[in-house]
C-alpha cells in the first residue's frame, strides 16, 4: 500500500502505534530509554485504518501495531524490538538515530 | 562433678525444612534410642534459642547417659532436680511429637483423599462443565477445566524440573562429557520453554489466575513480575555463580542485564497505562447511577490487552535464557541451569516452611 511504504520510508525509526494499544506505548518507552525520537502514526484516527493495519500485516509484522520500521525497513512487532534489544542488536541498528543529549555509557 | 556429653535443648519451637513421613519414624527412632530424650538431629531445626526454666540448668542438661550413680552421692538435690526436668522436658517432648504425629496424619490422608478425586477427574475427561471452588472468602468461585488442568499440569512440570536438577547435581559433582551436557542444557531449556507455552494457553483462559500466580508457592509469589520470575533479578542471582567467565562474557552477561532492564521498565510502563484505562473505563460516567453495562464492556475489551503483557513478559524469559544459553560455555550453563533450578527449590522450602511454622501460644 503506498500510503504505507510512503510513511515506512520515512528517515529513522517509524512506529505505527493505536493510541489504545499498549504494548504500542511500551515500544515507545523502549526508543525513549534508549534515545531515539521514533516518528509516530497513529493509525486509528486514520480514515484508511483497517488497509492501513492489512498492508502491515501484509509486509510480515507479526501484529499489525506496533509495527517498527528502521530505516526503511521493517524491524517488526514488539517481540521482534525486543528479541533484537536482548541479543544487543537493536542498538547498532538504531545508533545513527540516537540522539547525543546523554553521555553514551 | 557430673559427666556431660551433650548439650539438651529443648525444642520449644521448630520448623521443619522438608517434612515426609520417614522422616517421623527417623525422628521415633531417634527418641528411642536416646533413652526417651529428644536429642535434636540435622533435620529439625530449632528456631528458638530462648531457653526456658526448664534448661536454665547452668550445668549442660542431660548426659547422654545416665550417671546417676556417681552425681547422686556428691549432690543428691541438684541430681532429683535435674532428673525431674528431665522427665518433664521428655514428656513435654512426647506430647508435641503426638501433637506432630497427629497433624501429619491428618495431612496425609488429606492428600490421598484429594489424589483420589484428581485420578477421578483424569478418567472422566476432566469436568464437563466448570468446577466450583471456594476462594478464601467462602463465596463459590467457578474454576475452569482448563485451569485445573494447567494446575495438574504445573504439579506433572515441577516433578519433572526436581529430576531434571538433581541430575544436574549429580553429574556436575563427577565427570562428565560435553556432549551429555549439552543434551541435558537443552533439556533443562526446552523445560522452561514448555512452560511458558503451557503459561500462555492458560491466560486465554483465566489472565487474572495467571496474574495472580496462584499455581506457584507463596515466597515465589511474592517476588513475581507479570506472571512470572523477574529476568534481570535472575541474572543478578545467577551471575556469580558462573565464574570463571571470560571478559567478553562478563561484558555480554552485563549489556544483557542491562537490555533486561530497559525492557521490563518499557513493558511495565506500558501495563501502568492498561491499568490506568481499565480504571477509566470502568469509572467512565456516572459512577453512583447504578447501571453500567457498558463501562462493563469495555473494561472487558481493555482486559484481553492484559494477554499479551502475561505473553510478552514471558516472551522476556524466553529470550534471557536464550541469550544466557549463547553467551555461556555448555559447562557454565549447565552450572547456572543448576542454580536456577535450585534458587526456585529453596524459595518453594521457604514457603512451606513458612507455612508450617509453629507459633507457641502467647
Excluded at chain 1, 2 to 20: A, L, N, P, Q, Y
Excluded at chain 2, 189 to 206: E, G, N, P, T
Aim: proline fraction near 3%; aromatic fraction near 8%; charged fraction near 25%.
Amino acid at each position: 500500500m503506498d500510503k504505507v511504504m510512503r510513511m515506512s520510508s520515512e528517515k529513522g525509526v517509524v512506529i505505527f502505534t493505536k493510541s489504545s494499544c499498549c504494548l504500542c506505548y511500551t515500544v515507545q518507552i523502549l526508543f525513549r530509554d534508549l534515545r531515539v525520537q521514533p516518528t509516530i502514526h497513529e493509525i486509528d484516527n486514520d480514515p484508511d485504518c483497517r488497509e492501513i493495519e492489512k498492508a502491515l500485516l501484509r509486509i510480515g509484522c507479526s501484529t499489525a501495531v506496533p509495527a517498527v520500521f528502521v530505516g526503511g525497513k521493517l524491524v517488526g512487532s514488539t517481540n521482534e524490538v525486543m528479541s533484537l534489544h536482548l541479543s544487543g542488536s537493536l542498538v547498532p541498528l538504531i545508533k545513527p538515530y540516537q540522539s547525543l543529549l546523554y553521555q553514551a555509557n | 562433678m557430673n559427666t556431660t556429653s551433650t548439650h539438651f535443648v529443648p525444642p520449644r519451637r521448630f520448623e521443619i525444612y522438608e517434612t515426609t513421613l520417614n522422616q517421623v519414624s527417623m525422628w521415633e527412632e531417634n527418641f528411642k534410642n536416646n533413652g526417651g530424650i529428644y536429642i535434636p538431629n540435622s533435620i529439625i531445626i530449632p528456631t528458638d534459642a530462648k531457653q526456658d526454666s526448664l534448661s536454665d540448668d547452668t550445668s549442660h542438661g542431660t548426659p547422654h547417659k545416665f550417671d546417676q550413680e556417681a552425681s547422686t552421692s556428691r549432690h543428691p538435690d541438684k541430681t532429683q532436680r535435674r532428673l525431674a526436668q528431665n522427665r518433664e522436658a521428655a514428656r513435654k517432648s512426647r506430647l508435641r511429637k503426638k501433637a506432630y504425629v497427629q497433624q501429619l496424619e491428618t495431612s496425609r490422608l488429606k492428600l490421598i483423599h484429594l489424589e483420589q478425586e484428581l485420578d477421578r477427574a483424569r478418567q472422566q475427561g476432566f469436568y464437563e462443565g466448570n468446577r466450583v471452588d471456594t476462594n478464601a472468602l467462602g463465596f463459590s468461585v467457578k474454576m475452569s477445566s482448563g485451569i485445573v488442568a494447567f494446575e495438574m499440569e504445573y504439579g506433572h512440570w515441577v516433578e519433572e524440573q526436581n529430576r531434571q536438577i538433581s541430575e544436574l547435581r549429580t553429574v556436575l559433582q563427577g565427570q562428565v562429557s560435553d556432549v551429555e551436557l549439552r543434551l541435558l542444557v537443552d533439556n533443562a531449556m526446552k523445560h522452561y520453554f514448555q512452560l511458558f507455552r503451557m503459561k500462555s494457553a492458560a491466560a486465554k483462559i483465566d489472565v487474572f489466575y495467571i496474574m495472580s500466580g496462584m499455581w506457584k508457592t507463596s515466597a515465589e509469589r511474592f517476588f513475581m513480575w507479570i506472571g512470572g520470575f523477574r529476568p534481570s533479578e535472575l541474572l543478578k542471582v545467577l551471575l556469580p555463580h558462573f565464574d570463571p567467565l571470560m571478559d567478553q562474557q562478563v561484558l555480554d552477561v552485563c549489556n544483557l542485564r542491562q537490555s533486561c532492564q530497559q525492557a521490563e521498565d518499557a513493558v511495565s510502563q506500558g501495563m501502568e497505562k492498561l491499568q490506568h484505562t481499565l480504571t477509566d473505563s470502568v469509572a467512565a460516567g456516572n459512577l453512583g447511577e447504578g447501571s453500567y453495562i457498558p463501562q462493563i464492556t469495555c473494561a472487558m475489551e481493555r482486559l484481553e490487552a492484559l494477554v499479551s503483557f502475561v505473553d510478552q513478559a514471558d516472551h522476556l524469559r524466553h529470550e534471557t535464557l536464550q541469550q544466557m544459553h549463547r553467551i555461556l560455555t555448555t559447562r557454565q550453563a549447565a552450572r547456572g541451569l543448576l542454580a536456577l533450578g535450585e534458587y526456585f527449590q529453596r524459595l518453594r522450602a521457604l514457603s512451606s516452611s513458612w507455612a508450617t511454622r509453629q507459633r507457641e501460644p502467647t
